[in-house]
């Protein structure tokens, strides 16, 4: 009998060695995203953000601030005209749309802007306060910009799912008003990364616009900062 229970007990050891790591990597794992996730309301314009972002980042929010950033990371624009063809009726058209994509993935490796911190925009709006996460939670949405390269639309990997605002008691108590007249409350979510070396950039075309052509460079977001934007 003692050798059987020294046994099970070798065996509940072993168990809990191997189990430890998986739940301590869970929990630390849902802690980053939270921190990520949660982040004080700033009042400062979009103009300012330069003010509290690493010196290293690239703003990319006005059209020329793109227009630059393509220009470095793909030298010219596609020409959406012969891409486009006659659309989803011509037979070669997503064939053109994947060699399009492939080459210029292919051409961009190596390239020193795949590297570059960026940070970028989308709209926000403050939605119910949650009393348990401490702050108002957020609806994202992306923000289009016309450039001369087609309309750019960023898109973000590992996003946390829940977006928290932070804010003063009596910041609180102001929005709380606004919500109770029926205002909403506008953010600028700015979000800052990289972009992700295998698919940096995906070109595609418009599903609202007819052969409008759309540039959406992917991002491995790290950092994002809640900006007031109707004060």
Not at 52 to 76: G, M, N, V, W, Y
Not at 154 to 174: M, Q
Request: aromatic share 8%.
């Amino acid at each position: 009998m003692p050798p059987q229970r020294s046994d099970r007990a070798l065996m509940w050891v072993l168990w809990v060695i191997a189990v430890l790591p998986l739940t301590v990597g869970s929990v630390g794992e849902g802690r980053a995203e939270e921190t990520l996730g949660t982040r004080p309301l700033l009042t400062i314009a979009p103009k300012d953000l330069h003010t509290i972002l690493p010196q290293d980042s690239h703003i990319l929010i006005e059209p020329r601030s793109l227009e630059q950033f393509l220009d470095a990371l793909d030298k010219t624009p596609p020409d959406w005209d012969l891409v486009y063809g006659r659309g989803h009726d011509d037979p070669e058209h997503d064939e053109r749309l994947f060699t399009l994509n492939r080459e210029r993935d292919a051409k961009r490796a190596g390239n020193s802007a795949l590297t570059q911190r960026i940070t970028f925009v989308w709209f926000g709006e403050l939605s119910r306060y949650d009393a348990e996460a401490g702050g108002f939670r957020i609806a994202l949405g992306p923000r289009l910009t016309p450039t001369r390269w087609g309309v750019v639309r960023f898109k973000c990997e590992d996003l946390p799912s829940n977006l928290v605002v932070k804010v003063s008691s009596t910041l609180r108590h102001e929005l709380e008003q606004r919500f109770a007249r029926g205002e909403s409350v506008d953010l600028t979510v700015a979000m800052t990364g990289r972009l992700i070396p295998d698919e940096s950039v995906v070109y595609d075309f418009s599903h609202d616009q007819e052969g409008v052509g759309v540039i959406m460079p992917v991002v491995r977001v790290e950092r994002l900062d809640y900006l007031l934007t109707n004060k």
